[in-house]
C-alpha cells in the first residue's frame, strides 16, 4: 500500500499517548513531536540559542538545559510569550519531522503533536487528521495524575488552548477517549481497518 501518514492530535490530557500507543501496537511507525521539541531545545540544538535570547539566561537548569517547568510555566501564563516560544520551535520541529519521515520505511507514520492543525504540519505532511477528545473533568483529572499538577494549574494549562470543537471541525476522524479503554480500542482498530484499506 502507498504510505500513509495519520497527524494525531487533540488538546492536553485528552488521552493522546494512549491513542499513540495503540497505533504503534497496531504496526505504525510513531513520530511524537513533544519528544522532538525536547530535542531541539537541547544545548546546541536548532532551537536552544533562539529561546535563551528570547526569555534570558534564567530558564535555564545550573547545567545549562532549558528548564521545561520553568519555561512552562511562563508561557502558559502569557499568551504572547507562548506565540514567541512557538515561533521559535515549531520550524525547527518541521524540519526534524521532515527527515524522519524520509526515514522511515513503515507503511503508515503517525504525527503526535499537540499543536498539529496551529503549527500547519497536518497540511504539509499528513494524509489524514485524527482528534482525541475527553471530558473536560477526564482532562483536569489526568493532568492532576499524569503531571503533578494542582487543579488551578491543570484548568490553567486546558485554558490556554484553544477549544476542543476547533480541532473537531478539522478532523477526517474522531476517536472519543471518554469511555474505557476497550471502547477507544475498538475506534482506533476501526479506523486503522479504514485507512489502510482505502486504496492500499
Known sequence: MTRKVIGLTGNIGTGKSTVLAMLRALGADVIDADQVAHEVMRPGAAAYQGIVDAFGPDILAPDGAVDRVNLGARVFRDAAALQRLEAIVHPAV????????????????????????????????????????????????????????????????????????DKIKRADRVIDNHGTLAETAAQVEAAWQALTEDGG
Open 94 to 165: 518541521f524540519v526534524s519531522i521532515q527527515a524522519q519521515l524520509a526515514a522511515s520505511q513503515a507503511p503508515v507514520v503517525v504525527i503526535e503533536a499537540i499543536k498539529l492543525l496551529e503549527a500547519g504540519l497536518s497540511v504539509t505532511l499528513c494524509d489524514t487528521v485524527w482528534v482525541v477528545t475527553a471530558a473536560h473533568e477526564q482532562q483536569v483529572e489526568r493532568l492532576m495524575r499524569t503531571r503533578g499538577l494542582s487543579r488551578p494549574e491543570a484548568e490553567m494549562r486546558i485554558k490556554a488552548q484553544p477549544p476542543q470543537v
